[in-house]
């Protein structure tokens, strides 16, 4: 490994621009069998996505994952997104209820477009198995697995079979596994995806860190296909998290799904809960994250994602907020 750098540290650098309006760059990219309108998908995480916002999401091309932490619950919610005709995408972990899971769903001939295996170190055997045993079972989903921080785990899940993988060990915001293990991604972010993809020969997930907009055009610079986001999209009306005010403002909740909060319990705690600045309406941040990104392609003096991959870049080890 070379230079280690995150978000903060890098600015990309312009070329010309060949677009009369930003409004002719294309964000939209084929990730898997469908297009989707953004390459960015909201974390699989209780207090962002449920599944009314997932039927919304889908029902509007955008791509989502669906939470595993109402696991009796999925295999309906497979079976109702294809009665009316929608993108199934759910989460799975590497535990005997999930095993069952694939085996009723194979049962009942429902196969879901998108299952992303989602545990904390998925560089391991448990997730290994797992992705056969989807492969085997229902061969045409297509198998997301996660996450990792190393090419060899990047190298190893596509052996067994995933179709992408997830990177990031902690860089979450509301992760607390750099504290409590000493392990991960986590301020190095970026240069960990830029790694990881050296080797990938299948799409990567870029997953946690993501605090700005332009962090999804430098996720998809460094080598990331997709970039699943979860604090940026906490805190809107549609986001499942608990409305509250404290000291007469907004705020909605967000907690890790390895926090005490989401596990009810004390036990191997990584993650924690905090409070977001209500936001509005989740279609505006939407349709800024758009903007945005039309604009960064514009920068990179393109029509679409594709030009964003090769642009130049400076390392500005933190100044980047300097103007502020
Ligand atoms: N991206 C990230 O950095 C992180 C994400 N998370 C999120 O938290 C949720 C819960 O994750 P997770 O606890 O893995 O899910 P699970 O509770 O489903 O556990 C996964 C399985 O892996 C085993 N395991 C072995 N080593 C580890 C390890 N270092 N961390 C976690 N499990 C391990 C667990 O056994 P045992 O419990 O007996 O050890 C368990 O059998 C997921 O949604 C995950 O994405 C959590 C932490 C980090
Ligand atoms: N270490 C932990 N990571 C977690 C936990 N819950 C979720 N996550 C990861 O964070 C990203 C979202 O990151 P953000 O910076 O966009 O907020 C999410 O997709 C998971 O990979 C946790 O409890 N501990």
Known sequence: ?????????????????????????????????HWFRLPVVPANMQTIIDEELAVTLAENNYFYVMHRFNPERRFEFVQTMHERDLISSISVGVK?????????LKEASLTPDYITIDIAHGHSDAVIDMIRTIKQALPT??????????????????????????????????????????FGTGGWQLSAIEWCAQVATKPIVADGGIRT?????????FGASMVMVGSLFAGHDESPGE?????????????????????????NVEGKKLHVPYKGALQDTLTSMTEDLQSAISYAG???????????YCLVKNTIRNGD
Not at 96 to 104: A, E, G, R, V
Request: proline share 5%.
């Open 1 to 33: 490994m070379t230079l280690q750098f995150d978000y903060e540290d890098v600015q990309l650098i312009p070329n010309k621009c060949v677009v009369e309006s930003r409004k002719e760059c294309d964000p939209s990219i084929q990730f898997g069998p």
């Open 96 to 104: 005997q209820d999930d095993i069952t899971l694939i085996h009723d």
């Open 141 to 182: 989903s297509f198998v997301i697995a996660g996450n990792v921080g190393t090419p060899q785990g990047v190298t190893e899940l596509e052996q067994a079979g995933a179709d992408a993988t997830k990177v990031g060990i902690g860089p979450g915001k509301a992760c607390i596994t750099k504290l409590k293990t000493g």
């Open 213 to 221: 907009h332009g962090d999804i055009a430098k996720s998809i610079r």
């Open 243 to 267: 409305l509250i005010t404290v000291d007469g403002e907004p705020y909605k909740t967000y907690f890790g799904s390895a926090s005490e909060f989401q596990k009810g319990e004390r036990k």
């Open 302 to 312: 393109g029509t679409d994602l594709e030009s964003l991959k090769t642009v130049d």
